[in-house]
């Protein structure tokens, strides 16, 4: 299993959101470098929720539960999308502040390349957040 993590401004589209859909197609990634992670995803993995925005928070997990295919919102064949299901909320966010100052987190994506949408997690980070979110 590999472990993932997906950003997502909370007023475009929220955890809440998939809670309420259960699942949806994960669509309007457009840069290469996050297209290439949403390809490597496998239907099983499972993916941390992080909300941008005001918020910037881990805020639960989802699962993938279909691989990449064409983007239906995308103007060119390039661009790619995984459908993602709904599997839990975290029993408290886990802030950015947080995670930068949680050395087991020190080297994850999100604190080098802060614009990036989609990104892998070690086991390790991904066990660590949950942990934290249990706090």
């Given at each position: 299993m590999q472990y993932w993590?997906?950003?997502?401004?909370?007023?475009?589209?929220s955890l809440g959101d998939l809670e309420r859909e259960g699942t949806t197609a994960?669509?309007?990634?457009?840069?290469?470098?996050?297209?290439?992670?949403?390809?490597?995803m496998k239907v099983g993995d499972r993916?941390?929720?992080y909300h941008s925005g005001g918020e910037r928070a881990a805020v639960g997990i989802a699962r993938v539960v279909r691989t990449a295919y064409p983007d239906p919102t995308a103007d060119s064949d390039q661009?790619?999308?995984?459908?993602?299901?709904?599997?839990?909320?975290?029993?408290?966010?886990?802030?950015?502040?947080?995670?930068?100052?949680?050395?087991?987190l020190a080297s994850?994506?999100?604190?080098?390349?802060?614009?990036?949408?989609?990104?892998?997690?070690?086991?390790e980070q991904y066990e660590t957040l949950l942990t934290l979110a249990k706090r």
């Open positions: 993590l997906v950003k997502s401004d909370p007023d475009e589209y994960w669509t309007g990634v457009r840069n290469f470098q996050a297209r290439n992670y949403l390809r490597r993916v941390v929720v661009w790619e999308c995984v459908d993602l299901a709904f599997e839990r909320r975290f029993v408290r966010p886990v802030t950015l502040d947080e995670i930068k100052r949680t050395p087991r994850m994506i999100l604190l080098k390349q802060s614009r990036l949408s989609v990104m892998p997690l070690t086991a």
